[in-house]
């Protein structure tokens, strides 16, 4: 049989339907994610099985009285104090905060598709799967895609649980404006026998906290994104294992499966380089769960008569995250375990009682390691009463 021209096959493919739309999908991309894509599928998935409850203009304007009540308490509390005052929250649908994180979490995303990238077609093709070459054809025609698809499954899946913007603590853009994810209140509501304006003020505490950890000490922010991102740089995926993934994802169940377990496509592995990090990660995320925890638990009893019952509940719901929660928290090194939550509040109650909360918040040298989260005293030691 006589070889085949490449640019032949290419024009008689073009012919094909099926190969029209792929052609369109792929020729729609430009950089190492297809957010196209990605926008399509988590949209879709964060209305599936219909949209939830819609808020009015008195359920906003009820979350913006509860977060204007907690930014005075824990304002108070704390030491801690935006340089602008909440002047309004926004209260979200589903997909409405799917879009919202899509571009937020950009800057991330891409710079882990683009270390991802480097790997796969930039070192030594795996054995056994095809030349270099091909890989660098496969991986830069339909890597974009691949990870459009993951991230707008992982995004999607998220829309339908998280409750605000700091259900994933994670500073993005747009962090002056607060922002609750309706529908997932109502349902969380129902299903835990929560009194709803008792709720949403417990809610508005949370949030609160966490903006004025990113708002009220200016390092906070630039600290935590840095983290990350040396985090993303030293990251190793198995090249191997994923290219044996890609090929069972030629049916629709598969693609089925898929919707359900995002995490599964990607098989990350640990570097050492990554551990170091990771620790630093997680030390950092110690002290701001920690710290909301120990905030919350002063103004929360003060402010809510079901506090207790509400505190019991979303512990539940904490120790209950998905798979694909524990992947976008693996992904980004912040995945911080329960007995961890509980170590960075007993770490902020020990400097509360000193009444040195306040050191924690001068700069990213007065921060705890791994080993002084489980020991306050010895952070005390070097950074009190040194």
């Known amino acids: 049989m006589s070889d085949i021209d490449p640019q032949d096959l290419a024009r008689g493919l073009a012919d094909v339907p099926l190969f029209r739309e792929i052609q369109r999908v ?38 913006l009285e509860a977060a204007r009540i907690a930014e005075l308490h824990l304002t108070r509390l704390t030491g801690l104090e935006s340089p602008d005052a909440l002047e309004r929250v926004e209260v979200l649908d ?15 995303i891409e ?34 895609f691949l990870l459009g698809v993951q991230v707008g499954f992982l995004v999607g899946y998220l829309s339908r649980r998280v409750l605000g913007q700091y259900d994933l603590c994670l500073p993005r853009p747009g962090d002056e404006t607060l922002y609750f994810v309706f529908p997932n209140i109502v349902a969380t509501e129902r299903e835990l026998e929560f009194e709803p304006q008792q709720f ?39 090249s191997q294992q994923l290219l044996e993934k890609l090929q069972g994802f030629g049916s629709p169940d598969n693609w089925s499966y898929l919707a359900e377990h995002p995490e599964e496509l990607l098989p990350m592995m640990m570097t050492d380089a990554q551990r170091k990090v990771a620790n630093d990660i997680q030390a950092f995320m110690a ?17 809510l008569p079901e506090f207790e019952k509400m505190r019991e509940g979303i512990n539940r719901r904490r120790v209950e995250r998905s798979s694909v929660e524990k992947m976008l928290e693996g992904l980004l090194g912040m995945d911080l375990k329960r007995e961890q939550y509980r170590q960075g509040e007993r770490f902020i109650r020990t400097v509360a009682s000193a ?13 705890p390691d791994i080993s002084e989260i489980e020991n306050p005293a010895s952070w005390l030691s070097r950074v009190a009463f040194a």
Do not use: C, Y
Not at 119 to 139: K, N
């Open 26 to 63: 792929l020729m729609a991309q430009s950089g190492p994610v297809n957010w196209e894509i990605a926008r399509q599928i988590a949209r879709a998935v964060s209305e599936a099985g219909g949209v939830g409850v819609s808020a009015d203009a008195k359920d906003t304007e009820e979350l």
């Open 94 to 108: 589903r997909r409405s905060w799917a879009d919202r994180n899509l571009d937020g979490m950009k800057p991330l």
């Open 111 to 144: 710079r882990f598709a683009m270390r991802l990238g480097g790997q796969l077609t930039g070192g030594e093709s795996p054995a056994g799967i095809g030349g270099l070459p091909m890989m660098q054809g496969v991986m830069g025609a339909i890597g974009p």
């Open 200 to 238: 949403r003020l417990w809610l508005a505490l949370h949030e609160v906290t966490h903006h004025l950890e990113f708002k009220g000490a200016k390092w906070t922010r630039s600290h935590f994104i840095g983290l990350i991102e040396s985090f993303i740089d030293a990251s190793d995926v198995d």
């Open 287 to 303: 002290v701001l769960e920690g710290f909301a925890e120990w905030a919350m638990d002063q103004a929360g009893r003060e402010l």
């Open 355 to 367: 009444d040195k909360l306040e050191l924690i918040w001068a700069g990213p040298e007065n921060l």
